[in-house]
């Protein structure tokens, strides 16, 4: 008897703690993941957000002298032509297949 007493007071004092907490919806941490898209669009948190600066490890920037790639007019035509290339591919493959497919059924379920 004395047991389930003991058992309700506690059960009714850890309902009690966890009624007491109210999220206030602040982070503590930093919880952006590098390379993954924003929650919300840029132009409905106020413009576009500043580029920062890469840190090592003390906190300093490191700058890694990095320029754009300049590419020719060539280089150019032969990126726009490998990736018509690769697109052509996966689409004469995918009606290939389609085709295949469509053909299946027809003759072996359909008849």
């Known amino acids: ?34 390379g993954m898209p924003r929650s919300l669009p840029e132009t409905l948190i106020g413009g576009k957000r ?30 726009r032509r490998g990736v018509m290339k690769a697109y052509l591919l996966v689409g004469i493959g995918s009606a290939v297949l389609f085709t295949i497919l469509f053909v299946l059924l027809y003759f072996f379920w359909l008849r």
């Open 1 to 34: 008897m004395q047991n389930k007493k003991t058992e309700l007071n506690e059960s009714k004092k850890t309902a009690q703690k966890k009624a007491d907490f109210i999220d206030d919806g602040r982070v503590i941490a930093d919880m952006s993941v590098g």
């Open 50 to 79: 500043p580029k920062l600066a890469k840190l090592d490890h003390l906190g300093r920037p490191i700058d890694d002298g990095s320029e754009p790639v300049k590419l020719t007019k060539e280089e150019k035509k032969a990126i």
